[in-house]
């Protein structure tokens, strides 16, 4: 279980790494236009907010990797940044896109509920 649970969190790390990239470096070039259903022009006026945005998802998943490096011990870290991205995915999906709940909140409670079956 605990290999299952660590699993979950790296994945949910690694999306928070590709949301770091598609919004700090991608987010006015097609790639990150398309992911955003975003116009050149929109992209172009909220290039700054969305990098402001990435850093913290960065930040978020430095915080769920430094949780996994600890081992057993990264039962809190890992804990406490799971709840953060859960809370950040319910907040998007009820002012931003239904998507979000889908793609980052639902990844957290996996872990989360994971992360404590396994500790």
Avoid at 101 to 114: F, K, T
Wanted: charged share 10%; net charge neutral.
């Amino acid at each position: 279980m605990i290999i299952l649970s660590d699993l979950v969190v790296a994945l949910v790390a690694i999306l928070h790494l590709y949301f770091l990239v598609l919004e700090m470096f991608l987010w006015d070039k097609p790639a990150g236009m398309k992911a955003f259903g975003l116009t050149a022009e929109f992209a172009a006026s909220t290039k700054a907010l969305a990098a402001n945005q990435g850093l913290y998802n960065g930040f978020l998943a430095a915080g769920l990797i430094w949780g996994l490096l600890q081992g057993a011990d990264g039962l809190a870290v890992k804990t406490f940044f799971l709840a953060c991205v859960l809370v950040a995915g319910v907040f998007g999906a009820a002012t931003a896109s239904r998507k979000i709940l889908y793609v980052q909140a639902l990844p957290a409670l996996v872990a989360l509920i994971l992360t404590w079956l396994a500790a």
